[in-house]
């Protein structure tokens, strides 16, 4: 059985109060524990507070992006080295969002991945397709080109570590979320190809998650899905209840 996965992604939303206070609010809530790995992603300048917060406690946290370099003359970049030193263990990569606005390309997302693994970070890494090419019936051929280029060059050991986000660009922010089975059959997809790139026993380990409009209303829909193991939650968790009511709707 793969163990659930929820990662919160606050993109650019909270101060550094504002963050280390919703992070105290989930806290409590999920206070008596859950069998569920849960991350929260604030945005970087609320890292160290949000990390302090989590002090032992189960939940994990994670960065919205990084750089493929340690250190060098990047302005306005960030170190995974600096992710690490901030107890830091999960960083999304590939977000659609970076592609969209910051010109993030399938090579790049690759070099980032690897270096994820290098400093011992576990990448969330996300892929999915535009309306327009759902409508154009390439939705397997673009996942597939995303799935492959972001794994190029990573070994079946580190890629059993590895979390998949599929993440229709159609669904983030809009308020469409795709339908279960319409999910389902992507994640399918996407755990074939891994069995055909690694191997079966590989495919199996690695979850992959659903990210897209994620609420509390389909949460249960979405994880009783064979091959959905968890979710990447955007504007819903920024709000203390309904994150956790999905972490709680996500155990089956």
């Known amino acids: 059985m793969r163990k659930p996965i929820v990662a919160g992604n606050w993109k650019m939303n909270k101060t550094e109060d504002e963050a280390v206070q919703l992070t105290e609010d989930i806290k409590v809530m999920l206070k008596e524990g859950i069998n569920a790995d849960v991350i929260l992603c604030p945005p970087f300048t609320a890292l160290s507070a949000v990390s302090h917060s989590l002090r032992n406690t189960r939940i994990e946290l994670g960065a919205q ?24 263990n999960y960083v999304i990569i590939g977000h659609s969002e970076r592609r969209k606005y910051f010109g993030e390309t399938n090579e790049t997302i690759n070099k980032k991945v690897r270096t994820a693994f290098k400093f011992n970070l576990i990448p969330i890494v996300c892929v999915g397709e535009t309306i327009e090419e759902r409508e154009k019936g390439v939705t397997e051929k673009v996942v597939e080109t995303h799935v492959k280029m972001a794994l190029k060059d990573i070994d079946e050991k580190s890629c059993r570590r590895v979390v998949i986000a599929y993440e229709p660009v159609w669904a983030i922010g809009t308020g469409k979320t795709a339908t279960p089975q319409l999910a389902e059959d992507v994640h399918r997809f996407i755990r074939t190809l891994l069995s055909e790139l690694y ?18 209303e389909n949460a249960r829909d979405l994880m009783e899905m064979d091959d959905i193991d968890g979710s990447l939650v955007g504007g819903a968790s920024l709000d203390t209840s309904s994150f956790v009511k999905i972490i709680q709707e996500s155990i089956l």
């Open 65 to 88: 992006n990084m750089y493929w370099e340690e250190k060098g003359a990047y302005t306005g970049e960030i170190s995974p080295q600096f992710l690490v030193n901030l107890n830091c």
């Open 199 to 216: 191997s079966k026993d590989t495919a199996e380990v690695v979850r992959i998650q659903y990210g897209g409009s994620v609420k509390p």
